[in-house]
T-cell receptor, first 114, second 112 residues
Framework: GNSVTQMEGPVTLSEEAFLTINCTYT??????LFWYVQYPGEGLQLLLK?????DKGSNKGFEATYRKETTSFHLEKGSVQVSDSAVYFC?????????????FGTGTRLTIIP | EAGVAQSPRYKIIEKRQSVAFWCNPI?????LYWYQQILGQGPKLLIQ????????DSQLPKDRFSAERLKGVDSTLKIQPAKLEDSAVYLC??????????FGQGTRLTVV
């Protein structure tokens, strides 16, 4: 079945540092890929998405590129802020004739220190 | 547009008691998901509805968990009887396409 493997955390960075959170996936076809973010005490929010190979999703300074050749969707940000502290989840959905399932990675907790 | 509504936000029960969670999805969304998120883990799909039919309940512990979706809109998830290991956040999500799912804030269940 489909699966998502995420970089284990927790990750602690100083403000303005460069961020990379690795994500690789296993799927039989051509899934859509997502990064969700969960801020403390809140629900999951979609951060960005990409629906086909070589697409780049971006939002709030975060970017991720759908790399089919390496089955990866790494999350990057050039300069992190304290407000980016949250748990980040990589996820995928693959078309399956009405039986699409949103599959998550285990999450990476990010803490940014001033 | 209004988001996915869940209630209650928090619930504490003793083991062997029963509990129910409620979810109101975004209007018009045909697909509704219930996920269980244990502390430190990613969300695990419990059950997926397409309108009022079950698409996938392969990971639902059917001896104690049940779920229904009334008229293809609201949904309830019930646990009876609860075990200590059921302590988790229960997330409801809805979607209208395969390109995005919207989540509620979740219900944090503590079984003591």
């Amino acid at each position: 079945g489909n699966s998502v493997t995420q970089m284990e955390g927790p990750v602690t960075l100083s403000e303005e540092a460069f961020l990379t959170i690795n994500c690789t996936y296993t799927a039989t076809g051509y899934p859509s890929l997502f990064w969700y973010v969960q801020y403390p005490g809140e629900g999951l929010q979609l951060l960005l998405k990409a629906t086909k190979a070589d697409d780049k999703g971006s939002n709030k300074g975060f970017e991720a590129t759908y790399r089919k050749e390496t089955t990866s969707f790494h999350l990057e940000k050039g300069s992190v802020q304290v407000s980016d502290s949250a748990v980040y989840f990589c996820a995928l959905i693959e078309f399956n004739f009405g039986n699409e399932k949103l599959t998550f990675g285990t999450g990476t907790r990010l803490t940014i220190i001033p | 547009e209004a988001g996915v509504a869940q209630s209650p936000r928090y619930k504490i029960i003793e083991k062997r008691q029963s509990v129910a969670f409620w979810c109101n999805p975004i209007s018009g969304h045909a697909t509704l998901y219930w996920y269980q998120q244990i502390l430190g883990q990613g969300p695990k799909l419990l059950i997926q509805f397409q309108n009022n039919g079950v698409v996938d309940d392969s990971q639902l512990p059917k001896d104690r968990f049940s779920a229904e979706r009334l008229k293809g809109v609201d949904s309830t998830l019930k646990i009876q009887p609860a075990k200590l290991e059921d302590s988790a956040v229960y997330l409801c999500a809805s979607s209208s396409t395969v390109t995005e799912a919207f989540f509620g804030q979740g219900t944090r269940l503590t079984v003591v």
